[in-house]
């Protein structure tokens, strides 16, 4: 889900200072995060409303691109901004710049998403610590996807953020299937590979667990994900949960690099981008440059170990 993006000002160079961006949205009416031609996308009109505030251009930087209909609670983004637009952000005022651009930049998103007003929230801004960037600052992001299966009672006021699936599902043989895959590896068998991106991840927790109201609560953490990755992990201990594979199964596809016809993702409405989690500030450059070296996975690894 993460991509080169393309270069912006850094700062400290040219006068320019940079602003974390915390967001939340309902992923639902857009195609997704990044900009498309002619597409309504959660990029475009963040983009579109901070243009209107600073009257000129702006490109932001995010932690990790959702898909169409995927939703954030804990998305994270930057820009950089001149020092005297971040102090003009204050209009004459004495208040904090962050909390004048929080409030007006959701201000602004009301006007540019007219009725759906709502769907995109700026929950707040910051001055960054020097060296951060949203996307490769994070040592992780975690995502959260829910799972109705036939034996539990559907709500249908849930049915935006939950999958209905048709059959029970084991728990316990989808995490018994999915405690190999945790580690450093290739998930080519789980991800729908972009051209010049690599498929090395680490993937750091993947688990399945029964809510109070019987509905399965799913757990996703890694330093990045790969294009569909979550979607295609999901898709695939749904197979081992209701029985069609066996739980050595999924293991057996990440050493392959297996990608099929039983390489199905699940839906998108459920997931839910729930936290990006970064360094302590003095650590934030040290981290964005190790990240910016191109993963390898270790021979070990490569072989399933």
């Keep these: 889900m993460n991509e080169q993006e ?4 850094t700062p400290g160079g040219g006068g320019f200072l940079r602003v974390r961006l915390d967001i939340a949205y309902d992923g639902g009416p857009f195609s997704g995060w990044a900009v498309q ?22 490109r932001l930087t995010v932690a990790g691109r959702t898909d169409a209909g995927v939703h954030a609670r804990g998305q994270v983004a930057h820009l950089d901004v001149t020092p005297g637009e971040w102090e003009g952000l204050r209009r004459g005022h004495d208040v904090d710049p962050a909390v004048s651009l929080r409030r007006r930049l959701n201000g602004a998103l009301g006007r540019v998403l007219g009725a759906l007003h709502g769907t995109v929230e700026v929950a707040a801004a910051s001055k960054a610590p020097d060296g951060f960037d949203a996307r490769f600052s994070a040592l992780w992001r975690r995502y959260s996807y829910r799972i109705a299966d036939a034996s539990v009672r559907r709500d249908p006021l849930q049915r935006a953020v939950t999958l209905w699936h048709n059959h029970e599902l084991d728990e316990a043989l989808m995490n018994q299937a999915a405690r190999p895959l945790l580690g450093l590896a290739d998930f080519r068998a789980f991800a729908k590979p972009r051209e010049g991106s690599t498929t090395v991840r680490t993937l750091q927790r993947l688990d399945f667990e029964r809510g109070p109201d019987g509905v399965i609560n799913v ?87």
């Design 37 to 58: 031609p002619g597409r309504l996308t959660v990029q475009g009109v963040l983009e579109e409303s901070l243009a209107l505030l600073l009257r000129r251009p702006v």
């Design 219 to 305: 757990n996703v953490q890694a330093d990045a994900f790969c294009h569909n990755m979550v979607r295609a992990l999901a898709g695939a201990a749904m197979r081992v949960g209701d029985g069609r594979e066996h739980p050595g199964w999924m293991h057996q596809r990440l050493v392959a690099g297996i990608r099929d016809a039983k390489s199905v993702l699940a839906a998108p409405h459920p997931l839910i981008l729930e936290e990006v989690h970064y360094p302590d500030d003095s650590l934030m450059l040290e981290r964005a440059e190790l990240t910016r070296a191109r993963r390898s996975v270790p021979e070990a690894a490569d072989k399933g170990c």
């Design 6 to 9: 393309p270069a912006v000002p």
